[in-house]
């Protein structure tokens, strides 16, 4: 099969003929029909998040389900389905509790050693040699993935769109409901418009938020954002991002400030534009040990609490964004501005990283 591969930090995706993976025990392969291009994969093919190499990225899939293994009852062949970039073990404290997001055995295995849960990596050369897999890797015409992150894909949604679902816009709903806990009327800014942000966007108006301001540098960023439910924006380049926040907003600022870019001016604009009593939620990753300044008097006086969100709970919030989608409460296609196929990848990367792309691009696997 082709897939995507990253040999070095700051190396080129390049296309190569690889051995189609096996699906082994609680695992199904999935023929990809599309994968997103999220800015996480650039992290790491810029060196700001560490992973072994060489490596195939894609962590946002969508496509028909192949194969599965004999002990897989939830999906089967043929079946169109969605897949989320965390893929719980199912059996660690965390994931016993609910908090799928946490899941102890994804973080040690896959994400620092770029296997699945036997230890074992699925994908290889064809001389034998390992490639890493970020999450199932699905910069592929094939991915392995474990069936407690495969769900099927919504009715009456492009099967390739639906990509966006595992990553962009489950991260966007486990941050709105799970920690931002966005209520009616609540009063939202969401700092950085970009793949995710767009579906925080769109996901804080389907929870019924009043206000919704959306800030990025970037003006057909934020017209886009208009059109999925942003109800003010501030062009942050044009203007200082929290003045121009406090000017919408009374003075007072938002109930919820949600940052999703993971700058450490972006992360403290997020947290100065936070009204009294409300919550800042950081999705932004940063590179390394990257610290933002919070000033600790504001903090503690204003009770403002600061909460980190990373993906979400996937075997119960999967299904409900899914559902959404199906009832056409979310938009699965319109935050998706670009298609690209397989063989553009490496310019589909460069485009995300000069800034250049509206909402989300994704890559097509049939051309
Ligand atoms: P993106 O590149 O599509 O979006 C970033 C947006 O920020 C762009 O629209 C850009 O114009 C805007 N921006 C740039 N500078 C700005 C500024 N000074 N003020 C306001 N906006 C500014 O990226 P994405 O795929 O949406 O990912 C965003 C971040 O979220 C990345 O750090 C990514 O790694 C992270 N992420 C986290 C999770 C998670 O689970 N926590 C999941 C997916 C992505
Ligand atoms: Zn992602």
Partial sequence: MKATVLSEVGGRLQIEDIPRPQPKAGEVLVRVAACGVCHTDLHVVKGEVNFPMPCVLGHEVSGIVEEVAADVSTVRPGDPVVCGFIMPCGFCDYCARGRDELCSTFFAMNRLQGVLYDGESRLQRPDGSKLAMYSMGGLAEYAVVPATGVFAAPAGVALSDACIIGCAMMTAYGAVKNQAQVQPRDT????????????????????????????????????????????????????????????????????????????????????????????????????????????????????????????????????????????????????????????????????????????????????
């Fill in 188 to 367: 939202v800014a969401v700092v950085g418009a970009g793949g995710v942000g767009s579906n925080v966007i769109q996901i804080a108006r389907a929870f019924g938020a009043g206000q919704i301001i959306a800030v990025d540098i970037r003006d057909d960023k934020l017209e886009a954002a208009r059109g999925l439910g942003a109800t003010h924006t501030v062009n942050a380049a044009e203007e200082d991002a929290v003045a121009g926040v406090a000017a919408l907003t009374d003075g007072q600022g938002v109930d919820i400030a949600i940052e999703v870019l993971g700058r450490p001016e972006t992360v403290q604009n997020a947290f100065m534009m936070t009204r009294d009593g409300g919550r800042t939620v950081i999705i932004g990753v940063a590179p390394g040990t990257t610290t933002a300044a919070i000033e600790i008097t504001r903090l503690v006086r204003r009770g403002i609490q600061v909460l980190g969100s990373y993906g979400s709970r996937v075997r119960t919030d999967l299904p409900e964004v899914i559902t959404m989608a199906a009832r056409g409460q979310l938009s699965v296609s319109q935050p998706i501005t670009r298609h690209y196929t397989l063989d553009q990848v490496d310019e589909a990367y460069a485009t995300l990283n000069r800034g250049d792309i509206v909402g989300r691009a994704i890559i097509t696997m049939d051309g």
